[in-house]
């Protein structure tokens, strides 16, 4: 058992490394796309969470970011997160259409003030139908 629980921990520990080389590594990424898609997903995390608990957002959006928080959050994934560069795509893809949703149910104003990263991603991403609701 104890065998067991050692492996577990090295394991644990060779993720978190991981993780924390992948964040220097995008740190040093020059600004450009990469960076941008280097930083998409956490700036998603960090605007669900803001929105989650901002009582400007209608119930229904709501719902659609804390689906999208948990569809991120879940292990289970359409496409496996060992491949090489389309493993995220299915998380990409759920976060965009749950903000494409909530930026048609929320003023525009209040989505870029929970977007941590740069402004214009987040704008691309609303296109037109970010612009019908203010």
Do not use: H, K, N
């Not at 605007?47 to 608990?53: F, P």
């Amino acid at each position: 058992m104890r065998d067991w629980l050692v492996g577990l921990a090295v394991a644990a520990a060779g993720v978190v490394a991981s993780w924390a080389v992948l964040v220097l590594l995008a740190r040093r990424l020059p600004p450009g796309p990469l960076r941008d898609l280097a930083a998409f997903l956490p700036d998603c995390l960090t605007t669900v969470r803001r929105l989650r608990r901002d009582p400007r957002v209608p119930r229904r959006a709501r719902v659609a970011i804390v689906v999208a928080a948990i569809w991120l959050a879940s292990p289970i994934d359409l496409i496996p997160e060992f491949l090489p560069v389309i493993g995220p795509l299915d998380d990409v893809v759920v976060v965009a259409l749950a903000l494409r949703y909530a930026g048609r149910q929320v003023p525009r104003q209040v989505l870029l003030d929970a977007w941590p990263g740069e402004p214009r991603l987040l704008l691309r991403l609303l296109g037109d139908a970010g612009a019908r609701r203010r």
